[in-house]
């Protein structure tokens, strides 16, 4: 019973839960664009097909409501699964937070990260760099 | 109360994840190391313990040329464990490529083993696919190997050579020449080299076995140095020898002095060599016979034409010799090899022409008639030679005078026996005369359109470049026979006639795309086809299996159709 109520939930959490607005333009373009925005950072996601770890950041943590309306208020948000030229990636998933000039901000946040520890990331990225 | 349950859940699972930025780069994560055994190819990969690899993602293929071979399948992989619902490998992985297996996927040439593999950490990352190669050079060693592969006459004789050591290439070509001695290929010989005993002792004078040993000698000796020619100009050119021997104008003057030769036969008149150089023979060999250079000249001649007569039927082993000194372009070691393979060739003739002198009945008048049987022997030896370059019913006819002509002949003696004989040969010609009537098609078969029961005969479609037949091997879906072929070859219409017409073949070859070369022209394409496949003329078939030259079938010569059916039922 508790197992069917979870999974329910889980379910239902799902089909309601809020949603990143991942840039539909290239990362040049993106970054680009940030001095028209009013968020100041681009928040950009490597990943991977078949990568685990990755399914697990957009299946656990991107859907919930409360990461990606913080995302989607502090951050231009941009993922893409080709290699990335100018910043280096060697596994997945990477996520580096870029300011307008393309610049890195802070260490970038490689492999997966549950909950609680990615909002305090992007906290504390925020915090750092956005004034 | 819903985002606390999925917190904790989540809490849960992250506890899975090691938290932190201290991921390993990846030649920390995985350490691979690829070596060369004995007899494989080994690849370790050693995963740090946070680390796992998947299942699904390990590939291993072989490239070679220009195509690749996926081979995971042929391999053999410890068993996956599973995390995550996935199946993943964690710890050391050795993964074995037997050496055996990549010669027979790249035909033994020089390969790259590529290891494909893609994994992540426990922490929650993943890395990107990774390969790993290694350079696989085809080892020449391996033939030891007992697996070892399987190659057709000719490849087994350009490996010996390739081999190197010069004492053993020659006791080798002396050994292959002893072994085809034993073939059919040298019996055209043996009643050659008799007749020339016998017209040599027609003069009245004894036949001793010295004498014809003598003859021997010089008959082999001169064939020996025709092959030794042939060795040397495929050294020294890479030619493209066989389609030469078979150039209209060779086949016209050479059957022009069989003719020359059947009418010395018939007692017009005797080949000798000069009188000065007969002395000097004479007197250097056998002094108590004044007159034992008589003919010398005619018995050399007959020995190095006996040579370039047989030459079709000893290709195989020819070709591989000259395939590999047409190769290295030694000339000295490629003579060499063929003058000791035609002297292991010779040496039983050496004993029947002993034989022939010491045993040969007393010389009389029926030695003339002998001698008149060998002239018509070599004027059909003539006819063999123009049919290759001649329309087929002129063959015909050429045949059905010769039996018709000897036929009236022997009639016109009178005597019972050669009545009878005269019968036959008249009947035989008869037959030929009929074949030119009814236009057949086959020299050994006359009567094909007399009697019905018409043989099927195999569709073929022609092949002109090399990049035709690339692009039909490369669309090919098909297994594929290739066959060479020219208007001249008499072999590849025995093939056409006697293996491809055969039932059993035909029914076997019913799912092969079917291609043939006419190298009737030996254009330049055709010389690049022939090259290709290392050929020296037709007949050659090469196969083809799922777009791979099958190189152990390769058939060249003839083959009936249960040697043929024998040789590729070994793929097929």
Same mark, same amino acid.
């Given at each position: 019973?508790?197992?069917?109520?979870?999974?329910?939930?889980?379910?239902?959490?799902?089909?309601?839960?809020?949603?990143?607005?991942?840039?539909?333009?290239?990362?040049?373009?993106?970054?680009?664009?940030?001095?028209?925005?009013?968020?100041?950072?681009?928040?950009? %996601? &490597?990943?991977? /097909?078949?990568? #685990?770890?990755?399914?697990?950041?957009?299946?656990?943590?991107? *859907?919930? !409501? $409360?990461?990606?309306?913080?995302?989607?208020?502090?951050?231009?948000?941009?993922?893409?699964?080709?290699?990335?030229?100018?910043?280096?990636?060697?596994?997945?998933?990477?996520? %580096? &937070?870029?300011? /307008?000039?393309? #610049?890195?901000?802070?260490?970038?946040?490689?492999?997966?990260? *549950?909950? !609680? $520890?990615?909002?305090?990331?992007?906290?504390?990225?925020?915090?750092?760099?956005?004034? | 109360?819903?985002?606390?349950?999925?917190?904790?859940?989540?809490?849960?699972?992250?506890?899975?994840?090691?938290?932190?930025?201290?991921?390993?780069?990846?030649?920390?994560?995985?350490?691979?190391?690829?070596?060369?055994?004995?007899?494989?190819?080994?690849?370790?990969?050693?995963?740090?313990?946070?680390?796992?690899?998947?299942?699904?993602?390990?590939?291993?293929?072989?490239?070679?040329?220009?195509?690749?071979?996926?081979?995971?399948?042929?391999?053999?992989?410890?068993?996956?464990?599973?995390?995550?619902?996935?199946?993943?490998?964690?710890?050391?992985?050795?993964?074995?490529?037997?050496?055996?297996?990549?010669?027979?996927?790249?035909?033994?040439?020089?390969?790259?083993?590529?290891?494909?593999?893609?994994?992540?950490?426990?922490?929650?990352?993943?890395?990107?696919?990774?390969?790993?190669?290694?350079?696989?050079?085809?080892?020449?060693?391996?033939?030891?190997?007992?697996?070892?592969?399987?190659?057709?006459?000719?490849?087994?004789?350009?490996?010996?050579?390739?081999?190197?050591?010069?004492?053993?290439?020659?006791?080798?070509?002396?050994?292959?020449?002893?072994?085809?001695?034993?073939?059919?290929?040298?019996?055209?010989?043996?009643?050659?080299?008799?007749?020339?005993?016998?017209?040599?002792?027609?003069?009245?004078?004894?036949?001793?076995?010295?004498?014809?040993?003598?003859?021997?000698?010089?008959?082999?000796?001169?064939?020996?140095?025709?092959?030794?020619?042939?060795?040397?100009?495929?050294?020294?050119?890479?030619?493209?020898?066989?389609?030469?021997?078979?150039?209209?104008?060779?086949?016209?003057?050479?059957?022009?002095?069989?003719?020359?030769?059947?009418?010395?036969?018939?007692?017009?008149?005797?080949?000798?060599?000069?009188?000065?150089?007969?002395?000097?023979?004479?007197?250097?060999?056998?002094?108590?016979?004044?007159?034992?250079?008589?003919?010398?000249?005619?018995?050399?001649?007959?020995?190095?034409?006996?040579?370039?007569?047989?030459?079709?039927?000893?290709?195989?082993?020819?070709?591989?010799?000259?395939?590999?000194?047409?190769?290295?372009?030694?000339?000295?070691?490629?003579?060499?090899?063929?003058?000791?393979?035609?002297?292991?060739?010779?040496?039983?003739?050496?004993?029947?022409?002993?034989?022939?002198?010491?045993?040969?009945?007393?010389?009389?008048?029926?030695?003339?008639?002998?001698?008149?049987?060998?002239?018509?022997?070599?004027?059909?030896?003539?006819?063999?030679?123009?049919?290759?370059?001649?329309?087929?019913?002129?063959?015909?006819?050429?045949?059905?005078?010769?039996?018709?002509?000897?036929?009236?002949?022997?009639?016109?003696?009178?005597?019972?026996?050669?009545?009878?004989?005269?019968?036959?040969?008249?009947?035989?010609?008869?037959?030929?005369?009929?074949?030119?009537?009814?236009?057949?098609?086959?020299?050994?078969?006359?009567?094909?359109?007399?009697?019905?029961?018409?043989?099927?005969?195999?569709?073929?479609?022609?092949?002109?470049?090399?990049?035709?037949?690339?692009?039909?091997?490369?669309?090919?879906?098909?297994?594929?026979?290739?066959?060479?072929?020219?208007?001249?070859?008499?072999?590849?219409?025995?093939?056409?006639?006697?293996?491809?017409?055969?039932?059993?073949?035909?029914?076997?070859?019913?799912?092969?795309?079917?291609?043939?070369?006419?190298?009737?022209?030996?254009?330049?394409?055709?010389?690049?086809?022939?090259?290709?496949?290392?050929?020296?003329?037709?007949?050659?078939?090469?196969?083809?299996?799922?777009?791979?030259?099958?190189?152990?079938?390769?058939?060249?010569?003839?083959?009936?159709?249960?040697?043929?059916?024998?040789?590729?039922?070994?793929?097929?």
């Amino acid at each position: 019973m508790f197992k069917l109520f979870l999974v329910s939930t889980l379910f239902i959490s799902s089909i309601y839960a809020g949603s990143i607005n991942w840039s539909k333009e290239n990362l040049d373009d993106t970054i680009e664009k940030l001095s028209d925005k009013k968020q100041k950072i681009v928040m950009a %996601y &490597f990943w991977l /097909e078949g990568c #685990n770890a990755c399914e697990y950041m957009s299946d656990r943590v991107f *859907n919930d !409501d $409360e990461v990606s309306e913080y995302i989607n208020k502090n951050f231009i948000s941009f993922k893409t699964n080709k290699i990335p030229m100018d910043y280096p990636v060697f596994a997945y998933p990477t996520i %580096y &937070f870029i300011d /307008e000039d393309g #610049n890195e901000l802070g260490d970038p946040i490689m492999g997966a990260k *549950n909950l !609680d $520890e990615f909002m305090f990331t992007i906290e504390e990225i925020k915090e750092k760099f956005s004034n | 109360m819903i985002y606390k349950r999925l917190l904790i859940i989540l809490l849960l699972l992250s506890s899975m994840l090691n938290a932190g930025n201290s991921f390993l780069m990846p030649d920390q994560a995985f350490k691979t190391n690829i070596e060369t055994t004995k007899e494989n190819v080994e690849f370790t990969l050693t995963l740090d313990e946070s680390i796992y690899i998947y299942d699904e993602q390990l590939e291993i293929s072989i490239a070679y040329g220009k195509e690749s071979t996926e081979i995971t399948d042929k391999l053999v992989f410890p068993i996956p464990e599973i995390y995550h619902e996935t199946n993943v490998h964690f710890g050391t992985l050795t993964i074995k490529v037997p050496k055996i297996l990549i010669q027979q996927i790249t035909n033994n040439s020089d390969a790259v083993v590529e290891f494909n593999f893609q994994g992540c950490s426990k922490a929650g990352l993943c890395y990107q696919p990774m390969t790993k190669t290694i350079e696989y050079k085809s080892e020449k060693i391996a033939v030891a190997q007992p697996a070892k592969e399987k190659k057709s006459e000719s490849g087994t004789i350009a490996d010996t050579l390739a081999s190197g050591d010069v004492a053993l290439i020659l006791i080798t070509f002396f050994g292959f020449g002893l072994l085809l001695a034993l073939t059919p290929c040298v019996f055209p010989m043996i009643p050659i080299l008799s007749s020339i005993i016998v017209s040599h002792s027609g003069g009245g004078k004894d036949m001793t076995a010295k004498r014809g040993l003598y003859l021997s000698i010089i008959y082999v000796l001169a064939m020996s140095v025709a092959y030794t020619i042939a060795g040397v100009i495929a050294g020294l050119f890479g030619a493209n020898l066989q389609a030469a021997l078979q150039n209209p104008i060779v086949l016209v003057i050479f059957s022009g002095v069989f003719v020359a030769l059947a009418f010395s036969m018939f007692g017009y008149y005797e080949l000798s060599l000069p009188s000065t150089w007969q002395t000097k023979i004479d007197k250097l060999t056998l002094k108590e016979d004044e007159e034992s250079g008589h003919g010398v000249l005619g018995v050399a001649i007959m020995g190095f034409l006996s040579a370039l007569i047989v030459g079709p039927c000893v290709a195989p082993p020819l070709a591989g010799a000259l395939v590999y000194i047409g190769g290295t372009g030694d000339a000295l070691l490629g003579g060499a090899a063929l003058f000791v393979m035609s002297i292991g060739m010779g040496l039983p003739l050496l004993l029947v022409g002993a034989g022939a002198g010491k045993y040969m009945p007393k010389p009389g008048g029926w030695m003339d008639n002998v001698s008149k049987v060998f002239g018509v022997v070599m004027l059909g030896v003539a006819i063999w030679m123009l049919e290759r370059i001649i329309p087929i019913g002129f063959t015909f006819i050429l045949w059905s005078l010769l039996f018709f002509g000897s036929g009236l002949y022997l009639f016109r003696l009178g005597n019972y026996i050669s009545k009878v004989i005269a019968s036959l040969l008249l009947i035989i010609g008869i037959i030929f005369g009929i074949g030119v009537a009814t236009k057949a098609t086959n020299i050994l078969d006359p009567l094909e359109n007399v009697f019905g029961d018409k043989k099927t005969h195999l569709e073929f479609k022609r092949v002109h470049t090399v990049k035709e037949l690339d692009d039909i091997i490369s669309n090919s879906t098909k297994p594929i026979m290739l066959d060479f072929y020219a208007d001249w070859c008499i072999s590849c219409k025995e093939l056409e006639h006697n293996t491809f017409s055969n039932k059993e073949v035909q029914n076997k070859l019913k799912d092969f795309i079917l291609l043939q070369v006419d190298t009737t022209a030996n254009s330049d394409d055709d010389k690049a086809l022939l090259k290709r496949f290392n050929l020296f003329g037709p007949p050659g078939i090469i196969f083809w299996k799922n777009k791979k030259e099958l190189k152990n079938i390769t058939i060249i010569g003839y083959k009936d159709p249960k040697e043929f059916l024998n040789i590729i039922g070994k793929e097929f």
